[in-house]
């Protein structure tokens, strides 16, 4: 426990100083710790330092520890695959879902989610490196699927996700986050605002920080090897 305790506070200083490097201000990078396949001792442990913004990426288990951590205040963030048989459960219990790539995905959120909550937020994921089988839309789906998204009263479309495929050099790095804030931008002039760009994990936050994001995910160099 003293390691999760430790690794959160070389993370946050890692963040703040990746952000002051990028000439931003370390306030506007929010950390989502991700703890999917962590025990729940953990999730507490970082939730006794200030952490509030969680992560998992099946419906199942992130619905099992919302329910079973009872500190108050805390922020989930479903950031998994999400299947159309499996809304009720994410709407119904996350705060945000950061994986929307269908509209029918987005519909059944919308109509499943209680109108004693607020409205969910959700990003669109991006499949920014155009690899075969991975999830997430197009480029150029985005503006149709956002444009779609926006109409939905339960919903709120806060900005777009991605997940791009591993690469060593930093300069390497920076080029799918900067493709993403590109069509955040490019989505701005169609008259689509958003302020949400979630992007970067473990092994390449620095990256994502410098091209722009707002939410960094990240899992392992906070609670370790998955078990
Ligand atoms: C697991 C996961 C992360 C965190 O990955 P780490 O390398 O452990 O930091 C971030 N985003 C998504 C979508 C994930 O599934």
Do not use: Y
Request: proline content about 4%.
């Amino acid at each position: 426990m003293i390691r999760v305790t430790e690794n959160l506070r070389k993370i946050r200083d890692l963040l703040a100083i990746s952000a002051v490097e990028a000439e931003r201000d370390p306030e506007t990078v929010r950390l989502l710790a991700v703890t999917k396949k962590q025990p729940l001792d953990k999730i507490l442990a970082a939730a006794s330092m200030g952490q509030r913004d969680f992560g998992e990426n099946t419906v199942q288990e992130g619905v099992d520890k919302i329910l079973a951590a009872t500190e108050s205040g805390l922020t989930w963030h479903f950031i998994g695959h999400l299947q159309s048989n499996k809304t009720r459960a994410v709407a119904e219990n996350f705060d945000w879902v950061h994986s929307i790539d269908k509209l029918k995905v987005a519909k059944r959120l919308s109509q499943q989610r209680p109108t004693s909550l607020p409205p969910l937020n959700v990003c669109l994921q991006v499949n920014i490196d155009e690899e075969p089988g991975k999830s997430g839309i197009s480029i150029d789906e985005a503006p149709e699927l956002a444009a779609a998204c926006m109409e939905l009263s339960q919903i709120r479309l806060r900005g777009l996700m991605c997940l791009p495929r591993i690469r060593q050099e930093f300069a390497d790095q920076r080029r799918p986050f900067a493709r993403l804030r590109q069509l955040a931008d490019a989505l701005r002039d169609m008259g689509i605002d958003t302020d949400t760009l979630s992007m970067g994990m473990s092994a390449d936050f620095r990256a994502a920080i410098f091209e722009g994001a707002t939410i960094v995910r990240i899992g392992t160099a906070i609670f370790g090897e998955r078990t």
